[in-house]
């Protein structure tokens, strides 16, 4: 205590001191010091601002524009450009918590259900922006389909996991073309050889790679034009990874794909665009093979290497 | 010394054990099985269990030793009395002990049993006192001595608390066997007067004996059947209250209701739970009846002022927080996965509610059902003041009737003799129904049970 007062004294001793030209010189070095700092700073982040690469696609069927989205005072994501085209896999990859999962709920509006998000700027799918007021939500949902990281298939039977969105929508007449629809959604999710014969047992009792595809199957019985997968092998072993990235592959030519995903060899194998972001930023975005051959930012290039995330 | 002082020390003598049974592991220097907290929970053990065991069994043994060293004393004529006559000597040596009034003037052997009496007594206290008080000494030392780096305390301190627990949850368990086993035992001398068949299909229930062979109406009949369908009656009019209303309130404050409207409402509801049925009971009798009455009469129905009807309806409002704590509580637990998976397949929320929330939560929801059932079924105020006494066979819920639980009441209340078929019938009745509602709790428990496996 006595020695800081001390100091104190002393400061105050040398301040009387100094001269006037002295004191004048000082400040101005430092205000130039301070104006160079600051206008790096803003390079910097007017760089990080606009979004390397060409965030539209030839043929986009959604297209988001200056996106943001708040978690209450929590910026989660910030004017996000991007396009998701027909026929196409794009996958987005980033550290924890640069806001991924928050992007891709927005395609779809789940983030509805959370009681503290706010999503701004618009998000267009076919002409009509999904945030207006007329948009309908159930329309929405039922042309953008999600599949979750963990296997949600409900405590029903396989046929029932799989007829449920047709019977919500009224796709289905009767017995025999809701039979059908569960069929070839089985069939396209690869799953229909392992389950044909127990279609009336619970979905819960299926295996985890199962159940994943059978999720996949519930999505696409809906007949969706967008499929969103939200990291959906993480709950997976390799075999049951390898057995969901064949599919996606195949789901390709009918739907397109948002994938979120952290492993890079992934974003590699199955999309044909990656997405990075960084701290709720859409970084860079371009050709896969480009995005890991050559990206454009730093942040990329050292995120895609590991060095950070 | 008096027994409580040692038992004081004793609780002393066991904290200080602890504290050196946990310094001990300190002075070894070197590695040692467990946490030092479970050398010292060792000595507390050792030093507690087997001296309150000591304790125990002297409060046991000491009255019958007392009894005999004093009667043994008294003079031989007075030995030859028969036991229930020594018996009320005896008392009569205790009541003087103890200040009480005494039959008639004490005699003089009276007068010195009556002083050995409060000598022995105050031996056996310090006989105790002191017991403890060594027995808790000893076995703390010699647990003491025992604790060494390879002592496997946490063990042994795991077993004896597996065991304590053991014994607490066989309390439970041992009190309804006691219930039960007394209830069966007065219902067997009643079904000894009654036979069984007469008591369970019996329509009509008048539960008077004659006291004098030739007295009027005395026949007494004893069928339980009006007094089923009553309970029925009025159990179900309260269910078909409680179910809906405390079925969507659960599905509004789960699934509807933001933080702020449910912190305040989920109590509030459950205040309900919390009223004393007498207050429900004049609820029924003094509103809701009389204006059943006169909602009746502007139709040109005759409401009876007391009915199954007004009971029926304020028993429902009583248990609907079982319904709907219980609801929503299962519905809350369905996972967040499942609603999102409805949800993004484009369901809207009142469809995900119904298709998936209710199926997944339905096992836990009849639980809720079935303990208010049983709960419904086990009242008694509210029926005695607002739906009669009258056993009316009638499935008409604006007329009077009486149930299980209330002609139970009225058979026990007052002076009975307690060899009566009167008296006894209320036994045969609560055994009738402590039957059904542990079959309705039993099934209530394993519904709830398989729906816990659904999500594992
Ligand atoms: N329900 C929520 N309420 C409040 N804040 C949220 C919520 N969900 C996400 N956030 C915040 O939004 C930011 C982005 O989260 P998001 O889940 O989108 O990240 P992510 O990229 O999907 O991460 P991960 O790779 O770990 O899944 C984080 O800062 C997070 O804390
Ligand atoms: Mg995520």
């Known amino acids: 205590m006595k020695s800081m007062d001390n100091g104190g004294l002393v400061f105050d001793g040398g301040g009387l001191n100094v001269t006037e030209g002295a004191k004048r010189a000082a400040g101005a070095l430092i205000g130039n010091l301070r104006a160079y700092e600051s206008s790096r700073l803003s390079n910097v982040i007017e760089e990080a601002h606009h979004t390397a690469g060409d965030y539209t696609a030839v043929n986009a069927i959604m297209r988001a524009r200056n996106v943001d989205v708040f978690y209450g005072d929590n910026h989660a994501i910030k004017s996000v450009n991007l396009d998701v085209g027909a026929n196409e896999v794009i996958s987005l990859i980033g550290p924890s918590g640069c806001g991924k999962s928050t992007f891709i709920r927005c395609l779809n509006r789940m983030n509805d259900t959370i009681e503290s998000a706010r999503v701004e700027g618009e998000i267009v799918l076919d002409g009509e922006n999904i945030y207006s007021r007329e948009a309908d939500v159930v329309l929405l949902r039922a042309r953008v389909g999600m599949v979750f990281q963990k296997p949600n298939p409900f405590p029903k039977s396989v046929y029932d996991n799989v007829a449920y969105g047709p019977r919500i929508h009224g796709l289905a007449p009767d017995r025999q073309a809701l039979d059908q629809i569960v069929q070839s959604s089985l069939e396209r999710a690869g799953l229909w050889a392992e389950v044909k014969d127990r279609l009336h047992y619970p979905g819960t009792g299926l295996s985890g790679g199962q159940q994943q595809r059978l999720c996949i199957a519930r999505a696409i019985a809906v007949g969706p034009e967008v499929i969103l997968m939200d990291e959906p092998c993480s709950a997976l072993d390799p075999i049951a990874t390898a057995h969901i990235e064949d599919l996606i592959d195949e789901l390709k030519k009918n739907f397109a794909i948002v994938i979120v995903t952290h492993s890079m060899q992934q974003a590699r194998r199955v999309s044909q665009r990656t997405a990075y972001f960084h701290l709720g930023r859409l970084i860079e975005v371009g050709a896969t093979s480009q995005v890991f051959s050559e990206p454009r930012r730093k942040l990329t290039e050292d995120y895609i290497t590991g060095r950070f995330g | ?456």
């Open chain 2, 1 to 456: 010394m008096p027994p409580y002082t040692a038992l004081i020390i004793l609780l002393a003598l066991t904290v200080l054990g602890y504290w050196l049974g946990r310094r001990r592991p300190a002075a070894f220097g070197r590695k040692y099985h467990s946490l030092p907290g479970y050398y010292g929970s060792y000595v507390a053990i050792w030093c507690v269990f087997p001296a309150l065991a000591l304790y125990c069994l002297w409060q046991l043994v000491e009255p019958g030793f007392i009894r005999s060293q004093v009667l043994a004393t008294l003079p031989a004529e007075l030995l030859e009395l028969p036991e229930a006559e020594l018996g009320l000597i005896y008392n009569d040596i205790r009541n003087l002990v103890e200040g009480n009034i005494v039959s008639g003037a004490p005699g003089e052997e009276i007068i010195a049993a009556a002083s050995r009496y409060t000598a022995l007594q105050r031996m056996s206290n310090l006989g105790i006192a002191l017991a403890v008080l060594v027995a808790g000494l000893a076995s703390s030392g010699w647990a003491l001595r025992r604790v060494k780096p390879t002592l496997r305390a946490r063990n042994k301190v795991e077993r004896t608390l597996r065991m304590l627990l053991m014994a607490a949850s066989t309390v439970a368990i041992f009190t309804t066997i006691g219930i039960f086993l007394s209830v069966l035992f007065e219902a067997i001398q009643f079904f000894q007067l009654v036979s069984p068949l007469e008591f369970l299909f019996g329509l009509s229930w008048s539960p008077q004996t004659a006291i004098r062979p030739d007295q009027v109406g005395s026949s007494g009949a004893f069928g339980a059947v009006p007094l089923f369908t009553g309970t029925l009656l009025i159990s179900g009019l309260a269910l078909l209250v409680a179910v809906p209303v405390g079925l969507l309130s659960a599905i509004y404050l789960s699934e509807y209701a933001n933080a702020r409207i449910r912190a305040i409402a989920k109590p509030m509801l459950e205040v309900l739970a919390g009223i004393p049925t007498v207050v429900y009971g004049y609820f029924a009798a003094l509103t809701v009846g009389p204006l059943l009455r006169q909602f009746g009469e502007a139709f040109g129905l005759g409401v009876s002022s007391e009915s199954a009807l007004g009971a029926g309806l304020v028993m429902g409002i009583m248990i609907i927080p079982f319904v709907s704590s219980l609801s929503d509580d299962v519905i809350n637990a369905v996972p967040q996965d499942l609603r999102d998976g409805s949800l993004a397949l484009g369901a809207t929320q009142s469809e995900t509610i119904r298709q998936v929330l209710i199926p997944a939560a339905l096992p836990g929801i009849v639980g809720g059902i079935l303990l208010a059932a049983s709960r419904a079924i086990g009242e008694t105020m509210i029926v005695v003041m607002a739906a009669g006494l009258a056993a009316n066979l009638t499935a008409n819920p604006l007329e009077a009737v009486t149930t299980v639980t209330v002609q139970m009441v009225t058979l026990l209340i007052g002076d009975q003799e307690f060899d009566s078929a009167k008296t006894l019938a209320a036994f045969a009745l609560g055994l009738l129904l402590f039957v059904t509602t542990l079959a309705l709790n039993v099934v209530a428990l394993r519904v709830v049970r398989r729906y816990r496996e659904q999500y594992e």
